[in-house]
């Protein structure tokens, strides 16, 4: 059938060191639509669902889908795996070029199975695909894995993704780095690569991407560009990203806040786009072929981490590493965010654990040094989770097991969805009153009248920037 999928996939066996292109057949590639249909296929064909999550047998699948390397506004790629936290099926996403490069070496997905015997770096230079030895890579940091290896692999030619210490040691939410700043995060994948002694792959492809219809494909291209020029909310996200919604959230009462005791917190101007913007921001950047850019690099300006880059303190990140930690404090924030990436930890799921871990040591149920609003001794407990030292340990394996080992009382405040953390609320308000009743009435109705109040000035500037359900 006529089709822009390559139909190319490596099943690389770390155990033996075996590699093995396969293709699909047509019926599997119609029914199972895109790239997130492909990667759910591949993970239900190639997984034992009764073992456990660590398991040799048990795959780790990139996936990319058939606009993925051409101009078409497609720049995610997923990852496709059993999940350590929930023993079920996980579907994480990244932004970037790392999808872009697999896609330009020959490929439409690779399965990964096997544990490798030492520490491995998977090499892809076009259709040849070499396992090498990286033990000097282990114990580094995302950072220093990317410094360590770009005089090697330069950035211009080679794609990298690679997991951080979380990820080595096995932290349930740890995360999968693809390029500097764009993360597979949710749901352990980089604890299942941990699982496979496979610390980085790095890629690189110099084919161009076929397509069926070029002539046709450009019209399309261009009634998706303009309209996109036009969306008055894709518009916004381009000025203010992802966290242009604070404010509204906040606003809303959707904030998590004090491990999501509250929907509004006082901090919150502190987390959005304007303070980004006056305290770290430096230039737009944007993942492959997107027209909005909603991603900024940043350098923080000032005082003892003045220097340190990274990217957009999105959203998610804003409102489970600010907000429900109440750190208010935006270069304080930011700094969180940016260990969560260097150590190779998803920023939602450690949030939602630094926050029970901040509740239960209030209650006397967690001998732990986290305080809320003390950004000091959360950066401590994240170093600490990413080792698995000491109470970092228990919180490694993610607030419902750590709730399980502490006792009913804990598990009162676990927020968690099948032992996934949850998001930051984008849509649904009774999501805040699912953990306690003293969020209904008054109390969120007050936090929303204070907040619109404060709000009110700004209201006309505001109108044409995101609210973070227009794009789900």
Known sequence: MPTSY?????????????VTPFSLSEDVLRDYVGGKGVGAYLLATHQDPQAPAYAPENPLIFVMGPLTGTQAPSM????????????????????????????????????????????????????RVTLKPAGGLVGKDTYEVYDALRPQYPEKDWKIACIGPAGEHLVKFASIDCDAHRQAGRGGGGAVMGAKNLKAIVCR??????????????????????????????????????????????????????????????????????????????K?????????????????KEGERAGEQGDTFEYESAGMLGANLEVGDTVDAICLGILCDRLGLDTISAGSVLGFACEAAEKGLLDVDARFGDAKSLHSLLLDISQRYGAGDLLAEGVKIAAEKLG???????????????????RVPCALRSRRRRVEGPDLRAARARRQGENAGRSAEQAGRPRHDDHL
């Open 408 to 426: 009913p009382a804990a598990e009162e405040f676990a927020i968690h969805v099948k032992g996934l953390e949850r998001l930051p609320p984008a």
């Open 6 to 18: 390559l139909n190319h996939y490596l099943h690389i066996d770390l155990s033996n060191g075996k």
């Open 76 to 127: 995610r790629s997923g990852v496709f795996f059993q999940s350590p936290a929930t023993r079920l099926f996980t579907d994480s996403y990244y932004g970037g070029f790392f999808g872009q490069e697999l896609r330009a070496a020959g490929y439409d997905g690779l399965v990964i199975t096997g544990k490798a015997p030492e520490w491995t770096l998977i090499e892809i230079d076009n259709d």
């Open 205 to 282: 492809g110099t084919h161009k991407i076929a397509l069926h219809d070029p002539d046709g494909f450009k019209v399309a291209l261009r009634g998706t560009l303009a309209a996109m020029r036009k969306d008055e909310t894709l518009l916004g996200f381009k000025t203010g990203g992802t966290a242009a919604s604070i404010p509204w959230a906040d606003v809303e009462g959707l904030l998590p806040t004090r491990n999501f005791q509250r929907g509004s917190f006082a901090g919150a101007a502190g987390l959005g786009d304007e303070a980004q913007r006056t305290k770290f921001w430096d």
């Open 284 to 300: 737009d950047t944007a993942c492959a072929a997107c027209p909005i850019a909603c991603s900024k690099d940043g350098t923080i």
